[in-house]
């Protein structure tokens, strides 16, 4: 009560988390969130589950593919974007006051009919391997994926991604994947923050939320093993032809 928030459960296991806020006058927050992630899966599927999300807003939404989906949005104040991270998967988002029920929309058909279509994956990894090919060039680049890789102790879920590594995507995993991380609504947390009434909202949640399907799946995320180099490790990075230099100290522990 002291921090202004209040959590429901609806009938079909969804817990809501909702705080009414006058920070601003047509703005509501949303994020529903779940454990798992990319965590839970192999190291073969690393690509396909790392990129699921991306590709699935690639393809669409519901029986739009991207290009009729935008246009249908073009006059509406809401947007959706889904994520898969290493220990979570979930939605975020925004809406207008008035577009609150179509957000809601956008979050139901996210999880009861979403969209991953082959082609939206092959534009999208094709896209993807053109940016991966520019940055590559760029020194600064090298040294971020070189410091990360180094961080994990070289672990393979941390390697640098590049354009022949993203061949690993596999149509059939990404959509099989995508469901899976999407198919348990009941697991998932909802978060509201906005200039939103509770009493116009709730039987909208309810609605929208709240008939969500059920599924009896218990699940958190896996501990992937990615730790710190113990010790000293120096790492020199030469890329480019300019001169110039980065140096990060990093100090890690319990």
């Keep these: 009560k002291d921090l202004g928030y209040e ?7 969804v817990k809501v988390v909702f705080k009414q806020t006058d920070f601003k006058a047509d703005e509501i927050l949303f994020e529903a969130q779940s454990f798992g992630g990319y965590s839970v899966y192999e190291q073969k599927d690393d690509i396909s589950s790392k990129y699921a999300a991306d590709i699935a807003m690639e393809s669409g939404l519901g029986d739009f593919d991207r290009s009729e989906y935008q246009k249908f949005m073009s ?10 991270g290493e220990t979570t998967e979930g939605i975020t988002g925004s809406c207008s006051v008035n577009d609150f029920e179509l957000l809601l929309q956008l979050v139901h058909v996210s999880f009861t009919k979403p969209r991953v279509s082959e082609s939206a994956m ?3 990894i094709n896209k993807e391997k053109g940016m991966l090919e520019n940055s590559m060039l760029d020194p600064q680049s090298a040294w971020s994926d070189t410091m990360r890789w180094t ?3 070289n672990h393979p879920r941390r390697r640098p991604v590049t354009p022949e590594i993203l061949d690993e995507a596999d149509y059939k995993r ?5 469901a899976q991380r999407f198919g348990d609504p009941g697991n998932f947390t909802f978060y509201f923050v906005g200039n939103i009434d509770p ?3 709730k039987p909208l949640i309810e609605k929208y939320l709240g008939s969500l399907p059920v599924v009896e799946r218990n699940e958190t995320f896996k501990d992937l093993g990615i730790r710190p180099p113990k010790g000293i490790v120096e790492k020199t990075v030469n890329k480019g032809k300019d001169a110039k230099c980065m140096e990060v100290i990093n100090f890690h522990g319990a």
């Design 7 to 13: 959590t429901w459960t609806l009938s079909n296991g």
């Design 75 to 84: 006059d509406k104040n809401a947007r959706i974007q889904p994520y898969i």
């Design 122 to 124: 092959k534009s999208y």
């Design 151 to 153: 961080m994990s102790s």
């Design 174 to 178: 990404v959509k099989s994947i995508y």
């Design 199 to 201: 009493k116009t909202a």
